[in-house]
């Protein structure tokens, strides 16, 4: 769901359509340019501490060796509601965009193996921005408003296994599997009847194949290391049952440490490469893509009892690059975190709640600053 988003002109920023030839788009935003914007395939409780333990977390999506860390068969949930507010030239306005980055589940087979299945917006390219302008006739110009909607995503199905190899050693390795589709409409209307009303709509949709492997190692109780990776594979894009373009998924490298020899405290560190630009090829020649480092980390501290059980508190830090470019210019993200977590059915589920401050910038005279509210729950029965 989105708010519209409307601009006299000054902060259209205007973006290539991916793969759509005839279409030309203005687009409010510098967060969902390109195939859209990464949330990053990390649960509520690993962003509240800047994405710090997401390399050990059980429930987020990027190593299936931290499969291992669900001790348990459950479900996990999340809903991540965006407020995102962009200002250029003096002016501003707000949209707001509703997510469900990230569901996954697991189950046991005896004490060392664990099989385990993600869903994950890889890239979510959800957004809607208006702009006016006058049609000149012969005697006269008339005005008229275009909207251009766009709403989709790409994700990243994950089916894995971890298993423990040693008794601190646990080896993961899952299968990937993209796809997805984007919806582009561009309507135009005038209350002048002069004026041609049209609606254009067109409709691409995504597939490719992946494989991810990964470590986890505790050499201590107070210490724990998650190493991972992703092969990207063939990506192709469609336009109703035509190919039109083909390129290869993004590979990506990560690394993250926990440590917990601290009384009450959890501290949580990361850093993270993804290989971006190999999809070039998938969009138009005006594209721009580029390789993107993201660094996050973040401290938990054991805090006052509730519903039986302390609660967690949780704050963090992140620095990330985005994938796509803007007017030739790279744009970063800084974001600043803090949740709580709750701990319920004597420890068997879990309820994450985090709040996220994120600034980007990067284009001259342009800034967006965003509100992200997650809110996560895992079930364990």
């Keep these: 769901m989105r708010t519209r988003l409307s601009f006299a002109g000054a902060l259209a920023v205007i973006t290539a359509i991916p793969a759509v030839s005839n279409s030309a788009g203005a687009q409010g935003t510098l967060s969902t340019q390109g195939f859209g914007y990464p949330p990053g395939q990390i649960s509520a409780g690993a962003a509240a501490l800047g994405g710090g333990p997401a390399e050990t977390d059980a429930a987020s999506a990027l190593n299936p060796a931290a499969m ?3 001790g348990r068969p459950g479900v996990y949930f999340e809903y991540a509601p965006e ?11 707000n949209t707001t965009t509703s997510r469900f980055p990230l569901a996954a589940g697991a189950m046991m087979l005896g004490t060392r193996v664990t099989l385990g299945v993600s869903l994950s917006t890889l890239l979510d390219r959800t957004w809607e921005t208006t702009r006016t302008g006058y049609k000149q006739l012969v005697l006269d110009s008339v005005p008229f408003t275009e909207d251009f909607r766009s709403a989709g995503a790409i994700n990243d ?26 919806d582009l409409t561009i309507t135009r209307s005038s209350s002048d009847t002069t004026v041609a009303v049209y609606n254009q709509t067109a409709r691409m949709s995504y597939s490719g194949i992946g494989a991810s492997a990964g470590i986890m190692w505790q050499p201590d109780q107070v210490l ?15 336009r109703n049952d035509t190919v039109l373009t083909r390129a290869t998924a993004p590979d990506r490298a990560g690394a993250g440490i926990a440590f917990t020899g601290l009384p009450g405290v959890i501290l949580a560190f990361r850093a993270d490469w993804d290989g971006w630009k190999s999809m070039n090829g998938l969009g ?8 993107t480092w993201d660094y996050g980390g973040g ?9 039986g059980a302390p609660l967690a508190l949780r704050i963090g830090y992140r620095r990330r690059g985005l994938p796509f470019l803007v007017d030739s210019a790279k744009i970063m993200e800084s974001a600043y975190s803090g949740g709580v977590g709750v701990l319920l059915a004597q420890g068997r589920s879990r309820i994450d709640l985090t709040l996220v401050r994120s600034v980007r910038n990067g284009l001259p005279g342009v800034t967006e600053h965003a509100w992200t509210m997650e809110f996560g729950v895992m079930v364990r029965p």
């Design 83 to 93: 407020f995102r507010s962009v200002s250029a030239n003096g002016q501003s306005d």
């Design 284 to 291: 138009s020649a005006g594209l721009g893509v580029v390789n």
């Design 299 to 307: 401290a938990e501290f054991r805090g006052p009892s509730a519903l």
């Design 157 to 182: 199905v994950k089916a894995g296994i971890s298993v423990g190899v040693l008794r601190t050693l646990w080896l993961g390795v899952a299968a990937d599997v993209f796809s997805g589709d984007n």
């Design 68 to 70: 291992a860390a669900w």
């Design 224 to 238: 724990a290391i998650g190493i991972s990776g992703r092969l990207g594979g063939r990506l192709t894009s469609y």
